[in-house]
């Protein structure tokens, strides 16, 4: 990537990259992160029926069975957001390594290439540990736009719906 360019334009870049070099486990990723934002909306949901539900059983219009029912899905989306959150974090980590691998691989290609020479230029050495590490900040720069434009679109458009459905 040229020095000096913009951080869109970088990112865009560095999506590209990831798209490029691992298509599925990005898709995969991506789809763990849409599910993570509707297991977010899906507690809202249902921490809102078993409240519904208590008031309900409390002024005796609906058993206790209906409630303990309203319980369990209240804490199976719980479990839900929890478990795709560790997944969702879990696969992120996988994700990078395999784009550091790539893009390292890439580094030191190009570091095989120099002259024997120019390894005694320290500010040749300084660029190319500044690659590594900027190689490693690009992919989690970019995992966590992915993350912000999949996560919160799919909770905020999810919670849209259904507080409109709501009277």
């Known amino acids: 990537m040229k020095k000096g360019s913009g951080f869109l334009y970088t990112s865009i870049q560095g999506i590209r990259f990831i798209l490029h070099t691992e298509t599925g486990m990005l898709l995969l990723h991506l789809l763990f992160t849409f599910l993570h934002g509707i297991s977010w909306t899906l507690q809202v949901v249902f921490t809102q029926r078993f409240f519904d539900s208590v008031q309900s059983l409390v002024e005796r219009n609906v058993s206790l069975t209906s409630s303990m029912i309203a319980l369990w899905c209240m ?9 795709m959150n560790g997944v969702d974090n879990c696969h ?8 550091a691998k790539q893009t390292n691989l890439n580094i030191y290609r190009r570091v095989d290439q120099m002259d024997c020479i120019e390894f005694e230029d320290a500010k040749r050495l300084d660029y190319i540990n500044q690659a590594i590490h900027g190689a490693e900040d690009l992919v989690w720069v970019c995992l966590t736009l992915l993350d912000t434009i ?7 458009v999810f919670m849209g719906i259904y507080l409109y459905t709501l009277k």
Do not use: D, G
């Open 75 to 83: 804490i199976a989306a719980y479990a839900f957001c929890q478990v």
């Open 92 to 99: 992120a980590r996988i994700l990078s390594l395999a784009v």
């Open 150 to 156: 999949f996560f919160y679109t799919t909770y905020f």
